[in-house]
């Protein structure tokens, strides 16, 4: 009897990269929630910010634009080779918010996103940017 074949696994890399994708989307579509939920409890931000200042500057945000864009012009994302359950992301993005079809506010960040990898998730803990 053959065998049937085996879903193939996904590796710790590819899972945190599509995480990455997913919280940008969630961001592009305003799901506020969503992305709170890929924030891990001890979210940080900058070392002094916390979820509930993510959560205020989401409303905000999504308030004052009615198109929010997230364009990640590089970004490279990996496992610690020493702590296996941390994966870090350095990415350059560029943040666009409009009212109508064209860009009413543009802003270049360097983000440094730190992951915890929780019952199987990868959870955003540590953001940094410049």
């Not at 997230?70 to 009212?99: C, F, N, W």
């Amino acid at each position: 009897i053959a065998s049937l074949p085996t879903p193939a696994t996904i590796t710790p890399e590819a899972a945190l990269e599509k995480t990455v994708s997913q919280l940008q989307e969630n961001l592009q579509e305003k799901r506020r929630s969503a992305v709170l939920e890929q924030l891990h409890p001890q979210f940080s931000a900058e070392q002094q910010y916390d979820r509930n200042w993510a959560k205020r500057t989401m409303t905000l945000l999504f308030l004052r634009h009615k198109h929010v864009q997230v364009t990640a012009l590089a970004k490279r994302s990996q496992i610690d080779p020493v702590y296996r359950d941390k994966g870090h992301t350095r990415a350059e993005v560029m943040l666009t918010g409009a009212e109508g079809l064209l860009p009413d506010s543009a802003r270049h960040f360097r983000v440094d996103l730190e992951w915890w990898l929780e019952d199987g998730e990868w959870l955003l803990a540590r953001l940094d940017w410049e």
